[in-house]
């Protein structure tokens, strides 16, 4: 079982290593707050009421409340948002939130083109048809129901019932290295050897009936 504290480890590191190749534009490095015995919060500092993130509200709406209150772990050089929230109870993890959340405005590539046209590391993000979908993986085995709400499922955009299938709940590391790698894959060429993050993995939480299904597995 990885413990709150290796997660809280990954964060950090993780958070070094994007100021350190300039892929975030700020950030808030992580917290681990004890919520009662033996029951831990990994988050980020200053981190406030989520619930916005939920609600049926247009998405820029979302994303402007949420980068107004800096509710995120990392501001990523294109405005994009990701957040990185785990919850440990008596050292079991029961429940996490790994969201990125695009930003839906481009005035800042629309004002200064040529700063993001000169450097190669900006390809992936100003690309003209580049269409902004947030993307979450949630761990939230007390609310499981097969194939309908697996334990830990991946939801693409804002759509109410989209739950794919993930195998396990989802480590920090494995996380960001899917975002850069499939985001920002010309930075994540340019620095392969500074955005190579060790990782645990988590127990596998799937069913048999969600592996017939389309999912998504770590091996």
Known sequence: MTSHQEIYREINTITQKLIEVSLCDQQNFPSSTSIGKDSYEIAYSGMQDLSIALKNIDYKDIYH????????????????????LYTYKKS???????????????????NEPTIYEEDEIYADIIAKNILPVPIRFDYDPDNHKELDHPKCHLTLG?????????????????????IIRSFYNTAF????????FSSNLFDKTITVGEKKVLHIAIY
């Open 92 to 110: 079991e993890l029961i429940s996490h939130r790994l969201a990125f959340l695009p930003s839906p405005f481009l005035e800042v590539f629309q």
């Open 65 to 84: 409340e949420l980068d107004r209150g800096k509710n995120y772990n990392f501001k990523m050089i294109d405005g994009a948002l990701i957040q990185l």
């Open 189 to 196: 060429r340019k620095f392969t050897d500074d955005l190579t």
């Open 158 to 178: 804002q759509f109410k019932n989209c739950r794919i299938p993930v195998c396990s709940p989802i480590a920090p590391s494995i996380f960001i290295s899917f």
